[in-house]
């Protein structure tokens, strides 16, 4: 157990409303990891962090920001949520002392409709 | 760019029977590569992981996988099944585009399920 947590567990939205999802941590790890899970394609890297305020675009970026004010939270925020986001996100953790090793969270299911 | 192949989107094997699930990765130098596990309805679960040595890595549950330079490869066995292993498998190699910036890249899954 990473002790990773991610919030809401569900949600279902509508097409244009804003949603943020939410990830904690309690083991003050530095770095962190949004993924979305879509059928045929596994994991994509949305965006990630490496510190407080510190964020960067992973592979599938677009419609998507960040924001990291405590080391604990990461939160992913879809500013005008499309059908297309409708998936899985997954939050990350990676140790500081372990080389590309990640820990997952439970997973948030968005249906966007 | 560093690309995970899973060539087998759904296997299904009977209980009992070994197993083996394809990886084939696409990177420069030595790798770092990892399988992962996801159950229904959960998250990623870590079952083993190669960075360097023994070529035959040995993971949680049983499973292992063997790591193949000259067919980059990375391939998940099992010598005998249960059927609490269905579940869907992720293959994953370890890619860093700019110092410090580490990062997965995952195939796109194999779906295993157990025959009674």
């Known amino acids: 157990d990473a002790g990773i947590t991610q919030s809401p567990r569900h949600k279902v939205t509508e097409t244009g409303t804003p949603v943020t999802l939410r990830c904690h941590q309690t083991?003050?790890?530095?770095?962190m990891y949004w993924y979305r899970q879509d059928p045929g394609h596994g994991l994509r890297l949305i965006h990630y962090?490496?510190?407080?305020?510190?964020?960067d675009k992973g592979e599938v970026s677009d419609g998507y920001s960040v924001s990291r004010s405590k080391t604990e939270d990461f939160l992913l925020t879809l500013e005008s949520a499309t059908s297309s986001q409708t998936s899985v996100y997954f939050c990350?953790?990676?140790?500081?002392?372990?080389?590309?090793?990640?820990?997952f969270g439970p997973g948030t299911r968005l249906t966007v409709t | 760019a560093q690309s995970v192949t899973q060539p087998d989107i759904h296997i299904t094997v009977s209980e009992g029977a070994s197993l083996e699930l394809r990886c084939n990765y696409s990177?420069?130098?030595?790798?770092?590569l990892f399988w992962y596990v996801q159950s229904p309805g959960q998250g990623l679960q870590l079952l083993l992981k190669?960075?360097?040595?023994?070529?035959l890595v040995q993971g949680i549950k049983g499973f292992e996988a063997e790591f193949k330079r000259s067919q980059s490869s990375f391939n998940l066995r099992k010598p005998s099944v249960h059927w609490s292993d269905a579940a869907e498998y992720f293959c994953?190699?370890?890619?860093?585009?700019?110092?410090?910036?580490?990062?997965?890249?995952f195939g796109q899954g194999t779906r295993l399920t157990i025959n009674p």
């Open positions: 962090s490496y510190g407080v305020k510190d964020t």
């Open positions: 990350a953790i990676r140790p500081r002392d372990l080389t590309y090793e990640q820990y």
């Open positions: 994953a190699v370890g890619h860093s585009p700019i110092q410090g910036a580490q990062k997965l890249v």
């Open positions: 990177y420069g130098a030595t790798p770092y």
């Open positions: 190669y960075f360097s040595g023994d070529t």
């Open positions: 083991e003050n790890h530095r770095y």
